[in-house]
């Protein structure tokens, strides 16, 4: 099992920044691949960034390339989601996931074994 904890969220202008942090626990984090999702009411969830077990490959949608960093601190156990430049569309409660492939970065929910419990972000115009 793999507990993951997601914070940082909140309410934020337009063009501003927020950076979510997502704790892992329980079997070792730097066998997972990550990833950052969001679901926005009445819309599925979709995929927003990955980053490898290393951290040497990410990947983004995108809507978000360009405006969002994926990183990942391995010693503490902790994948990051830096936003920039936030717009109202970004509005949506994130969430981060564990992929147990260590060959390569995917997008489906469906390879993600583990999931947090969410944090609200909301872009006001």
């Known amino acids: 099992q793999v507990q993951l904890v997601e914070s940082g969220g909140g309410l934020v202008q337009a063009g501003g920044s927020l950076r979510l942090s997502c704790a892992a626990s329980?079997?070792?984090?730097?066998?997972?691949?990550m990833g950052w999702f969001r679901q926005a009411p009445g819309k599925e969830r979709e995929f927003v960034a990955a980053?490898?077990?290393?951290?040497?490959?990410?990947y983004y949608t995108d809507s978000v390339k360009g405006r969002f960093a994926i990183s990942r601190d391995n010693a503490k156990n902790t994948v990051y989601l830096q936003m920039n430049s936030l717009k109202p569309e970004d509005t949506a409660v994130y969430y981060c996931?564990?992929?147990?492939?260590?060959?390569?970065?995917?997008?489906?929910?469906?390879?993600?074994?583990?999931w947090g419990q969410g944090t609200q972000v909301t872009v006001s115009s």
């Open positions: 996931a564990a992929d147990p492939s260590r060959s390569r970065l995917r997008t489906g929910t469906a390879w993600y074994d583990y």
């Open positions: 329980g079997r070792t984090f730097s066998n997972y691949a």
């Open positions: 980053i490898s077990v290393s951290g040497g490959n990410t």
